[in-house]
């Protein structure tokens, strides 16, 4: 890594802990899930917030896309929901007595779905193929969504009822999958004597913009990663592949996914180069969500997939 | 360790894959107890049962034990002993408790499946055996991967991988080790019992038992053209000794005598070499006037062996068909005349009438074909059954038979008219393989003729049955016009496939049993002669043999060696950082494979929080190293330095 080089990461690693600090200020006690969802963000992947209602999902979207400088919009997600709710609609105009393209809440830098499994599957898949592609077709026409363009989904727990659950092949799409969980004790009363946290999200300044994030962006694309790490990767692949345990191994996305990720997580750091340590540390919020254990087991034994593996597979 | 019970299944069924060719030979009683132990072993799999108490245990032991002496009268010999060591098998799974006893029944099943080669050595079990094996070393990485980390597919795969990595050390010993003639060991055999072929002697239905049968008896390879199918005689056996009923040997001790004078035409010598399947007699076949041959032979041209055959035996021979047999005593006259008393009167009668009329010897012979060909007999698989007077009832009566009927009624006419004649049974005929060069002669093919003694030209091959289907003679069993069904299936199949896939498989147990079980002793000392090494001895092939196993073994080792060695080399980082854990682990802690070098770190700190800054920097060098871009000799001299002065305290 030359020396102009190294000087833009340790820039873009002192603006991310910059912003993740701002964050933290809003978002009290949640540290880990701050990191990760930066991390995501960084790793130009879509995010998934897993967590019952009123634990702050909403808020961490918000906080993000403000200190982030991004132009946010938020779908509340129904079962009523339709696509073109989503993506826009070609709409007749009466004086110009023509078509035009009015477009939906998708063409925004940053995106809050909101209870995304409360929508039908077809207003999903729009959603979610808009995230894949980066651009929507409607009525034959292809529109590129702005850069950079990041998705927080927030989805509740899959046994309430009213839900759609998101398939295996949807659930891919997002590079992550974090849970909030409840504050701590200290936290919480932090919470409760603080000011109003809509307030506090507007008074935030901006670390970032969105020309900025793209830099930042690249410069995580760019953190080396040994052969050695490389050999790690694909030992988890392999054994995700070969284990009794999983009903299916993790897709090549998957292996690119823990890499990406890993990436970003070292540059937050301020690493210059991937540890097996940054594997192991996005390694719950990106495997989890991809892999399906075969055997109670180990979910009795309060096991994950990832931790299964990050206690398994020898780190070569 | 303790076994997970689940991980029984795959054991059972590895047990009943070694078993499975030896079910069909297994008495009753085994089998019952198979199955209950296999029922049983199921229900603790499936959590239905315990293992039982160990009382219960050698009850069973006990049951296995009288269920052998019930069914074999002993618990040695080859049968009874894998029995034994089967069942014993099964048992052990019911106290399968450690690691150690799984070890112990999957090294078993490994001698196991081996010992199927005592009854067979068919290129067939030699695949099946490969497979099996493959199955049991699977079977052994499933319970040495204590992370479950591997399926069935990549269990087998690494399985297989072992497998064929061995075959090197195989064909050293395929090759150089020595080889014992007879028996490897001096158990009781059993195998003999089963074994299909030309009998000692021939009563009516002996042969044509046989004719059913599509089992190869032996095939042959010659040197030059083959002759016609009408000369192909393979003697087997010479009968003299007649009882009214059934022709036998002669009983008298035999008389060897190997200088025997031959008329020797324009010899035409035959070059053959033969392979045997075994039959269990000591008796070789070879064609007519047989010129050379390894073996002893008779005053009556049989080939014959010291020992049984109970293996693939070959051997070549040369054989004259133009030249003939005059050797011929006092005693060998009146044997072949002999007649058992007071029989058959109206043959005799039939064989006085023809001689007188025909003046001489050949004339006569030339009647009674005529006879035989003018008369209404028939040529048949399925001969009514016959009288007391069996000759005078085929002849007069029934007029069906096949040819034992005929060659036995030939004989008896000859000898009744004072011409001494003889039956020979054997093959007759052989079918080339188009597909290779070599002929196969199969149990259908087995027939009966007869030879007579004529003063000017020895003896003589007389074949009756050409005189009443002269298509068997000239063009073999299937075109002899008998009942199809009674043929096996695939001679008489006309399916152009099933022909190609019968001598494509034929073939292939060619080769098999030329290059694979005919290895012998002699091809081995041909092999090494053709090395330029002569006269080896069975210690120096054992010591060569030693020496290779080590010399490649040896070899693989470095290559390992050299591997690891090289990687530690390009990998200064991982080595160093090997030490720093040594170090540690001497100190009483141990690194995971899984643990990340910060993880362990956590670990080392907690533990030894005076080696804090020594083994973080230890840890930093080594994934700046490691995983970093830059593996400058700075850090790596730092690194060793460091890990050179670590003390864990």
């Known amino acids: ?316 | 360790m303790a076994i997970d019970e689940h991980k029984f299944t795959p054991v059972l069924i590895g047990i009943h894959l070694v078993a499975l060719p030896i079910y069909s030979r297994l008495p009753p009683y085994v089998l019952l107890l198979i199955a209950s132990f296999t029922i049983w072993t199921l229900l603790i799999i499936t959590g239905r049962t315990r293992q039982p108490v160990a009382f219960i245990r050698i009850l069973l032991a006990g049951a296995v034990v009288v269920s052998l002496l019930v069914s074999y009268g002993t618990i040695l010999g080859q049968e009874p002993g894998t029995s034994m060591l089967l069942m014993l098998s099964f048992l052990k799974l019911f106290e399968m408790k450690s690691k150690r006893d799984v070890l112990l029944v999957i090294f078993l099943g490994y001698f196991l499946v081996a010992t199927n080669f005592f009854h067979t050595q068919s290129p067939w079990i030699a695949a099946y055996v490969f497979v099996v094996v493959i199955y049991l070393t699977s079977l052994l990485i499933i319970f040495s991967d204590r992370l479950s980390s591997t399926n069935f597919k990549t269990r087998i795969k690494i399985s297989l991988r072992m497998v064929v990595q061995s075959i090197p050390l195989m064909l050293i010993l395929f090759v150089l080790f020595p080889r014992i003639q007879g028996p490897l060991w001096g158990i009781p055999d059993d195998a003999k019992s089963a074994i299909t072929g030309v009998g000692d002697e021939m009563s009516p239905g002996s042969i044509n038992n046989l004719i059913s049968s599509g089992a190869v008896a032996f095939r042959v390879m010659f040197k030059d053209e083959p002759p016609e199918q009408k000369d192909l005689y393979w003697r087997g056996l010479v009968l003299s000794h007649y009882d009214g009923r059934t022709w036998r040997r002669d009983d008298a001790p035999e008389d060897l005598r190997p200088e025997i004078e031959y008329v020797t035409a324009d010899a035409k010598l035959i070059e053959y070499a033969v392979m045997l399947e075994p039959h269990g007699r000591k008796w070789l076949y070879s064609l007519e006037n047989l010129v050379a041959s390894p073996y002893t032979v008779t005053r009556e041209l049989q080939a014959i062996t010291e020992k049984e055959i109970n293996n693939l035996f070959s051997y070549s021979m040369i054989s004259n068909l133009q030249a003939t047999n005059k050797a011929l005593n006092a005693q060998e006259i009146k044997k072949n005349l002999l007649l058992p008393q007071g029989l058959n009167e109206k043959s005799i009668a039939l064989a006085k009438k023809l001689r007188m009329a025909a003046g001489n010897n050949v004339t006569y012979t030339n009647s009674v074909l005529n006879y035989f060909k003018t008369n209404p007999f028939f040529y048949t698989l399925s001969p009514p059954l016959l009288g007391e007077n069996a000759i005078d009832d085929f002849i007069f009566n029934s007029r069906q038979g096949f040819c034992e009927h005929y060659s036995g009624a030939f004989v008896y006419l000859m000898r009744a008219a004072g011409v001494p004649a003889r039956v020979v049974i054997g093959y007759q005929g052989g079918t080339l393989n188009p597909l290779d060069d070599y002929m196969i002669v199969r149990q259908s093919d087995a027939h009966a003729w007869a030879e007579i003694w004529l003063d000017d030209r020895g003896w003589t091959r007389v074949d009756p049955t050409a005189a009443v289907s002269p298509s068997r003679i000239d063009y073999g069993i299937t075109n002899a016009g008998l009942e199809e069904s009674r043929l096996p299936f695939f001679l008489v199949s006309n399916s152009q496939l099933l022909f190609q896939l019968r001598y494509t498989i034929d073939s292939l147990n060619h080769s098999w049993n030329k290059w694979v079980i005919g290895f012998n002793d002699k091809k081995q000392r041909e092999l090494f002669e053709m090395l330029g090494i002569k006269d080896i001895d069975k210690a120096t092939l054992f010591s060569w043999m030693v020496v290779a196993m080590t010399l490649s073994g040896g070899l693989v080792f470095l290559w390992v060696f050299k591997q690891g060695e090289t990687k530690s080399k390009r990998d200064v980082a991982s080595y160093y950082y090997g030490v720093f854990c040594r170090k540690l682990e001497k100190a009483g802690l141990i690194k995971l494979p899984s643990e990340s070098a910060d993880e362990f770190l956590a670990r080392v700190v907690q533990i030894f929080p005076a080696s804090k800054v020594k083994a973080s920097s230890i840890t930093h060098y080594y994934q700046c190293l490691r995983y970093g871009s830059d593996d400058s000799d700075k850090h790596k001299k730092r690194l060793i330095d460091a890990v050179k002065r670590f003390r864990a305290e």
């Open chain 1, 1 to 316: 890594m030359n020396s102009s080089n190294s000087n833009l990461a340790r820039a873009s690693t002192g603006l991310l802990k910059q912003a993740a600090k701002s964050i933290a200020q809003v978002i009290l006690g949640k540290d880990d899930q701050i990191r990760l969802a930066l991390t995501c963000l960084v790793a130009q992947g879509h995010l998934l917030i897993e967590d019952t209602p009123g634990v702050g999902k909403t808020t961490l979207a918000h906080t993000i896309a403000q200190v982030m400088g991004l132009d946010f919009q938020r779908i509340q997600f129904t079962s009523d929901l339709l696509p073109s709710d989503i993506l826009g609609a070609a709409i007749y105009n009466r004086e110009q007595s023509s078509f035009e393209f009015h477009k939906g809440p998708v063409f925004s830098n940053f995106i809050l779905a909101d209870e995304v499994n409360r929508a039908t599957p077809k207003t999903q898949s729009a959603l979610l193929e808009a995230m894949e592609e980066r651009q929507v077709t409607v009525e034959g026409a292809t529109r590129k969504l702005p850069q950079p363009f990041f998705v927080i989904a927030t989805q509740n727990p899959v046994h309430q009822l009213g839900t759609y659950p998101l398939p295996e092949s949807q659930l891919d799409r997002f590079l992550m999958r974090i849970h909030l969980g409840y504050p701590d004790k200290k936290a919480e009363r932090e919470l409760l004597q603080g000011a109003d946290r809509r307030e506090m999200i507007e008074h935030l300044k901006p670390v970032v913009d969105g020309g900025k994030l793209q830099t930042i962006q690249k410069q995580a694309a760019k953190i080396h990663v040994a052969d050695a790490l490389l050999d790690y990767i694909q030992a988890v692949l392999e054994f995700t592949r070969n284990s009794p345990m999983f009903e299916f191994g993790l897709s090549p996305r998957g292996g690119l996914a823990l890499l990406n990720a890993a990436r970003s997580l070292a540059l937050i750091e301020g690493q210059e180069y991937v540890l097996p340590e940054h594997i192991k540390i996005v390694m719950a919020s990106v495997v989890n969500h991809r892999l399906e254990l075969c055997t109670d087991e180990l979910d009795n034994q309060g096991k994950t997939a990832a931790s299964y593996i990050s206690e398994t597979v020898p780190i070569p």
